[in-house]
T-cell receptor, first 109, second 119 residues
Framework: QKEVEQDPGPLSVPEGAIVSLNCTYS??????FMWYRQYSRKGPELLMY????GNKEDGRFTAQVDKSSKYISLFIRDSQPSDSATYLC?????????FGSGTKLNVKP | GAVVSQHPSWVICKSGTSVKIECRSL??????MFWYRQFPKQSLMLMAT?????????EQGVEKDKFLINHASLTLSTLTVTSAHPEDSSFYIC???????????????FGPGTRLTVL
């Protein structure tokens, strides 16, 4: 079993839709949770960072962590074609990071 | 803030030559840097972790004599692909974290990547 599981997609939605991206994990010791966005042929860009269970909002993005269920989510409201990218979840335990395989999102105009 | 640069962004070389890729943290001190490679439509594959002034720790299956990593300062790490072959063609991405504070220890900040093509 992988430490972090993420559906690779692709996920295709119409412009303006609410997008839900999810990851599950197996290690209850994970302390920090991150979401990165990666455009084709570019390095990943940090979108959201969370530490505790609950929600964190930044503009159109909301990160949600449920430690009891070992489940994290990223919601994108009013999705735009420019949101089309691969989204990677990541988790950290001390100095070791674990990445999901990435979900490819396509927002159609 | 937390910007990481890589140079070159794209390199083509002949088989058998060596290629050096630089990774710099521009506005923070990166006590730890990571090197990844990524094949098309695949996720990141961690190659090695390096701490400033120490030898890099390589992941299983990564040849340390082929992929030489030097982390000589808090703002610079280099990856040298020695005697490159076509199968080494890939997208190489570095990232850095610093030793203190919210921005540093908790997250990785990635460079834009270097595309290596070996003919």
């Amino acid at each position: 079993q992988k430490e972090v599981e993420q559906d690779p997609g692709p996920l295709s939605v119409p412009e303006g839709a609410i997008v839900s991206l999810n990851c599950t994990y197996s290690n209850s010791a994970f302390q920090y949770f991150m979401w990165y966005r990666q455009y084709s042929r570019k390095g990943p860009e940090l979108l959201m960072y969370t530490y505790s269970s609950g929600n964190k909002e930044d503009g159109r993005f909301t990160a949600q962590v449920d430690k009891s269920s070992k489940y994290i989510s990223l919601f994108i409201r009013d999705s735009q074609p420019s949101d089309s990218a691969t989204y990677l979840c990541a988790m950290r335990n001390f100095n070791k990071f674990y990445f999901g395989s990435g979900t490819k999102l396509n927002v159609k105009p | 803030g937390a910007v990481v640069s890589q140079h070159p962004s794209w390199v083509i070389c002949k088989s058998g030559t060596s290629v050096k890729i630089e990774c710099r943290s521009l506005d923070f001190q990166a006590t730890t840097m990571f090197w990844y490679r990524q094949f098309p439509k695949q996720s990141l594959m961690l190659m090695a972790t390096s701490n400033e002034g120490s030898k890099a720790t390589y992941e299983q299956g990564v040849e340390k004599d082929k992929f030489l990593i030097n982390h000589a300062s808090l703002t610079l790490s280099t990856l040298t692909v020695t005697s490159a072959h076509p199968e080494d063609s890939s997208f190489y991405i570095c990232s850095g974290t610093s030793g203190g504070g919210f921005r540093g220890t908790d997250t990785q900040y990635f460079g834009p990547g270097t595309r290596l093509t070996v003919l």
